[in-house]
């Protein structure tokens, strides 16, 4: 189960390098809450599939180096990883990121799993 959890998260993450928002929602649940800033959690179709095609507009390329984690209990998973992100920003600015992610994630009826809380910047509370 916890390699699963950590395949929904790395297909959502292709998902998203590629561009294809479509795909990247389908791995949220429909009252999923999203952080695309630190500490600016937002919900909503609308606004998480804004906040999606701006991360894909530079071109993401998302790294997890140092590896996973993921705890379940029942239908609920927490999986937490360090990331890094290098893009370029639509005026060719090279940007790059790295934070640790920290998602919830709730299995379904048809056993695949889908994310209901996703933090990206989980160590903003430590730095």
Known sequence: MQQNVIDTVSAMTAALE??????????????AIVAFEPGA????????RA?????????????????HEVMLT????????????SGTAPDG?????????VATLRHQADDSWKIMLDNPFGARLIA
């Open 41 to 48: 959690p937002v919900r909503g179709e609308e606004q998480l």
């Open 93 to 101: 600015t090279r940007i790059t990121q790295s934070g640790l992610s």
């Open 74 to 85: 029942g239908d609920i998973a927490v999986h937490i990883a360090p990331w890094t992100m």
């Open 18 to 31: 590629r561009g294809d928002i479509d795909t990247v929602m389908s791995f949220y649940t429909d009252d």
């Open 51 to 67: 906040g999606f095609a701006a991360f894909a507009a530079v071109k993401p390329d998302f790294r997890y180096d140092n590896g």
